[in-house]
């Protein structure tokens, strides 16, 4: 078990917040792309690899199949061994699997790689909603899979061997077309996936996959083909490309804070439209240039109404982010979250720190002109939880945030980056 039981305790800022930051890789891209590296008999060297617990976790993962590894810290680079094996059939009932949603991912690698039975601890990840993996698993039994769910872990047999399909994804689940993706790379055959999720990390899935000479190519949108005569022993190099939830998670920050103004390296513009523009909206004054964004404190962010949706629409991931600017706004906001409905439990922790918001029907309203006050309170989950420091950085004494373990899956150096900008915070014990 990685250490999960400190706070963050966030100094008052007393001094002036300016400075540069560099984006990290993404998270929600280094974790597929570690699951498919398990495809390639020879090693893959990965660049620009966020030190994030979930990484760690997976990495675990893949130690206890005896895949080995060599993550280079401080270079951003993770090595992984080729995974040379002839084994039909592979347990992992570690407890790690619980501890991220993505453990979920290991089988269509496995499946991918030829394994005919997998026995599988059930995954876990972000606590914020019921989390379901049926499209997942459908899809596998499409594929000529028989999957039995037990209490504790899943049981995945392939029948005789997986066979050609059309797979029809009941909602562009990114998750579930990440994992289809591996599993069909085990299809000797062409596989057809239909209202496939298309976010930027599931194309960086599928340019580390073609390097493997996957065969894999959009038909249409949403409707992708693959054929999976590959060859599976290349010495592969691939860069992640820069985490877009934090990219926004820094704009947001400098927004709310800095007089000077902070500029964000490493970022890739053409994943941000959809944030950009209700950025825009609201009044925040952005200045591109290339892979840089410089933006300094707004003192006039104009209210809004927004909604998440699937990608290139707004991500749910940056609703959390825009409920503590909206909570700074000139008058009354909603927010909705069509993709998890349920995922506000991040409100009330705000509102422990002078947030006042209603709800109905998946509807939350947030009052502007928030003065926010420090407070004792918790990371709810990784996103809610960078909200949540987010008030505690603009509130005027020290704020303590339990559960920071949370904040620390998605954010790397976090700590180390606040700190280069002026920002104090300190881990302590819990
Ligand atoms: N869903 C189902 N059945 C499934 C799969 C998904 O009903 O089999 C539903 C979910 O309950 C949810 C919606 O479909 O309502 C979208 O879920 P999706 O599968 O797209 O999410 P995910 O793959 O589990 C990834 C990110 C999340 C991000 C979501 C949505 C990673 C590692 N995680 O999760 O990231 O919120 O997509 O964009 O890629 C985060 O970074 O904080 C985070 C939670």
Not at 115 to 122: E, G, M, P, R, T
Not at 132 to 146: R, V
Not at 206 to 226: E, G, Q
């Amino acid at each position: 078990m990685l250490h999960k039981n400190y706070s963050y305790k966030i100094a008052p800022i007393d001094n002036t917040i300016e400075g540069e930051i560099s984006v990290s890789g993404a998270k929600n891209s280094i974790l597929p792309i570690i699951c498919a590296s398990l495809l390639n008999d020879k090693h893959t060297k990965l660049y620009n690899v966020p030190n994030l617990n979930d990484v760690n976790i997976l990495l675990k993962l893949l130690e206890y199949i005896n895949v080995s590894n060599r993550y280079i810290v401080d270079k951003e680079i993770l090595i992984i061994d080729g995974f040379q094996t002839n084994r039909i059939e592979i347990d992992i009932m570690s407890s790690y699997t619980r501890e991220i949603r993505y453990s979920l991912l290991l089988i269509g690698a496995l499946l991918g790689k030829g394994v005919k039975k997998i026995k599988i601890n059930l995954p876990g990840g972000c606590d914020f909603s019921d989390r379901p993996y049926d499209i997942h698993l459908k899809g596998f039994e499409k594929m000529g899979c028989s999957i039995i769910q037990y209490p504790q872990y899943i049981d995945i047999t392939v029948k005789k061997e997986l066979r050609e399909s059309e797979i029809e994804l009941r909602f562009p689940s990114v998750g579930a077309t990440e994992n289809l993706i591996l599993g069909a790379c085990g299809v000797k055959g062409v596989t057809i996936l239909n209202n496939i999720a298309i976010e930027p990390e599931i194309i960086d899935l599928i340019n580390y996959l073609r390097k493997l000479n996957v065969k894999i190519d959009f038909i249409s949108h949403r409707r992708l083909k693959i054929d999976s005569k590959f060859k599976k022993n290349l010495n592969i190099n691939h860069r992640i490309i820069p985490d877009r939830i934090e990219a926004i998670s820094w704009i947001t920050l400098a927004t709310l804070t800095s007089k000077k103004g902070i500029l964000i390296k490493n970022i890739d513009i053409s994943h941000l439209f959809a944030p950009l523009l209700e950025l825009q909206k609201i009044g925040i004054y952005i200045e591109i240039n290339q892979n840089k964004i410089f933006v300094k404190q707004t003192n006039y962010i104009l209210n809004s109404s927004i909604t998440s949706n699937v990608y290139p629409y707004l991500g749910t991931d940056y609703l959390p982010l825009f409920a503590v600017l909206l909570s700074n706004a000139n008058n009354i906001s909603t927010i909705k979250d069509n993709i998890y409905p349920k995922r506000f439990e991040y409100l009330d922790e705000l509102s422990k720190m002078g947030l006042r918001y209603s709800q109905k029907d998946g509807l939350s309203t947030i009052q502007g002109e928030t003065n926010y006050i420090s407070n004792h309170v918790k990371a709810t989950d990784l996103r809610g939880g960078f909200a949540t420091l987010l008030a505690g950085i603009i509130s005027k004494k020290e704020t303590l945030i339990d559960n920071a373990y949370q904040i620390e899956r998605g954010y790397a150096n976090l700590i180390k980056k606040m700190n280069s900008i002026g920002i104090t915070i300190t881990k302590i014990d819990s």
